[in-house]
């Protein structure tokens, strides 16, 4: 006789759906932010919130997270605000037109054995607005130590469904209802486009002027500690810092400046994206077999163990993946078209260019050079 599962709400059957579910980061940079800003804020209340997305057939996209107004329900516990719902799915209907989004699902927070009694109320009301919703839960009591050890992101995704036990009898609540709705695990990928992997880079690496300010505080705050003795000391240090700040505002940049400078970084984060990508595919190759590696063809014995049904083990090659080795020969492959069909005119055009380019920097020397010395001639009267 097989033990009964520890959480009365989890299904000890496996998803038959079918459905394959994206989950894109931004995502959890939205809901990691709120239960951040939730958990340092002592806030009162569930940590509750919508999710955003398309479902084409068996597939179901996560693409945006926000979190929800609450508002008291008939039984006494919180449910999520329709009107203020309703009013806020519209609004990114609006923005997202040529891409529409809908709700998909809700986020909460949660322990890894899965959902408890009090997300049923929610969850029966995201049903009536999607019949396919999923849940997303962060795992509440997931240690630091084990996200370093295994690798894996601290949630799980859950989908519903009306279920008896094996018996036909219904699971019953501490309460003693009957529960008929039980939840099921559902995998996932995470998934993102160029943009968004960048933005991604961008905010785990820190804004410019986030580290900025914080070095400003940083170096202000040894003089915030000091005491009455260098009172006049702080006055004079203070003076001069406004002072500074005034220049600085005198010598701001222009906005054609700043959008070069903010073009210049996105370009440059690509082009430190593609390095990391490519890095990561010479790794791979050099971590394969030695046969795949020197050989132009490589035979198996139908009998022989295949190196996929090994666990990579530390010292060892990297187990054989065959899709991944073809999609890495079908970009070498494309990387052909690329190359130019005439180089040498390539070259004498890309020369021209630099060479315009370079004029017209020398021009504009001249024209600096010429007005300084007319500006010259007219103090000494030559």
């Known amino acids: 006789m097989s033990d009964p599962p520890l959480n009365p709400l989890v299904s000890d059957q496996p998803s038959s759906g079918g459905f394959k579910v994206a989950l894109h980061p931004l995502v959890l940079l939205s809901v990691s932010d709120y239960i951040t800003r939730h958990t340092l804020r002592e806030q009162a209340g569930p940590v509750f919130g919508a999710l955003l997305g398309r479902q084409n057939g068996g597939e179901i996209s996560l693409q945006y997270a926000f979190e929800v107004k609450l508002a008291p329900s008939p039984t006494g516990t919180v449910i999520m605000d329709e009107q203020w719902l309703d009013d806020r799915l519209e609004q990114y209907k609006m923005v997202h037109k040529t891409s529409p989004v809908d709700l998909v699902g809700w986020f909460t927070i949660a322990p890894s054995s899965g959902p408890q009694i009090e997300h049923l109320e929610i969850h029966r009301q995201v049903l ?15 240690s630091k130590e084990k ?56 905010v785990a690496k820190g804004g410019p002027n986030a580290t900025a300010g914080g070095t400003e505080s940083e170096m202000e705050a040894p ?6 003795q260098g009172k006049g000391k702080q006055l004079e240090v203070a003076a001069s810092k406004d ?13 054609e400046e700043r959008e070069l400078i903010a073009t210049l970084t996105a370009k440059a984060n690509a082009i430190k994206m593609l390095q990391s990508r490519i890095q990561l595919i010479q790794t791979y190759l050099a971590n394969l077999l030695p046969s795949y590696l020197s050989e132009a063809s490589h035979t198996m014995h139908p009998d022989a163990p295949s190196p996929t049904s090994q666990p990579p083990i530390m010292g060892q090659p990297t187990e054989i993946n065959h899709p991944i080795l073809r999609s890495i020969q079908g970009l070498v492959s494309r990387l052909q078209s690329l190359v130019p069909a005439n180089r040498a005119e390539f070259e004498a055009e890309l020369a021209m260019q630099r060479n315009d380019v370079l004029l017209v920097a020398l021009l504009g020397a001249m024209g600096s050079s010429i007005d300084s010395l007319r500006e010259a001639g007219r103090k000494h009267m030559v």
């Open 223 to 228: 003089e915030r500690e000091e005491g009455d």
């Open 147 to 202: 996200l370093i050890e295994g690798g894996s992101l601290p949630l799980t995704l859950w989908d519903s469904v009306r279920e008896a036990n094996g018996q036909g009898e219904m699971v019953l609540d501490p309460d003693g209802e009957p529960i008929d709705l039980r939840f099921r695990k559902l995998a996932y990928t995470v998934e993102t486009d160029e943009a968004e992997m960048i933005a991604v880079n961008y």
């Open 243 to 255: 002072k500074t700040r005034a220049a600085d505002s005198d010598d701001a940049l222009l906005p």
């Open 128 to 142: 009536s607005m999607f019949d396919s919703a999923v849940l997303l839960a962060f795992h509440s009591d997931f």
